[in-house]
């Protein structure tokens, strides 16, 4: 749990995973109609963003790799996403699959570098809020704070490994601010 301290105001940005943590997952979506936000999480962004805090979106999106949706459809379901969400301030898409080893997929920590870089923040400012261990991971290999929100497809191991877990996005925001 993070204790309250200095560190606790020092996030400038808080960046999302999309699928399972802001919008119901539906694999390798390219239906923008299908896009269903997540209980809460209009809420947690408006608030976010009425006290100045940027707002991005990190996301694997392995199905354009693997042919199964296209770089059209991903920007499609992103465009509902803000629709239905509000705008963000940065979108980080990794259209790469597994076997690429790219340095962009989640666990690696390209996108969330880069969503800092495009913000002008450094990543120690900004928090990866995601509902799988590779989130988590994604932000502490590029020195941002992982916190994880877990889904009935969330291991129990990645629950274990997770410094902070929250039961929801609400939940997981008030851990960076210090509040309970």
Known sequence: MLMESPETSKFRAVLFDRDGTLVVDVPYNGDPALVRPVPGAKAVLDGLRAEGIATGVISNQS????????EADVAGVNARVEELLGPF????????????GCACRKPQPGMVHSACQKLGIAE??????????????????AGATGV?????????EEVAAARLVAPDLAAAVGLLQGTP
């Open 124 to 141: 120690s400012e900004a928090a990866l809020i995601g509902d799988i261990g590779a989130d988590v991971r994604a932000a502490e290999a």
């Open 63 to 70: 199905g354009i790799a693997r042919g199964l949706i296209t």
């Open 89 to 100: 301030d940065v979108w980080e898409v990794c259209p790469h699959s597994e076997q690429d």
């Open 148 to 156: 994880l929100v877990p889904t009935p497809v969330t291991r129990a």
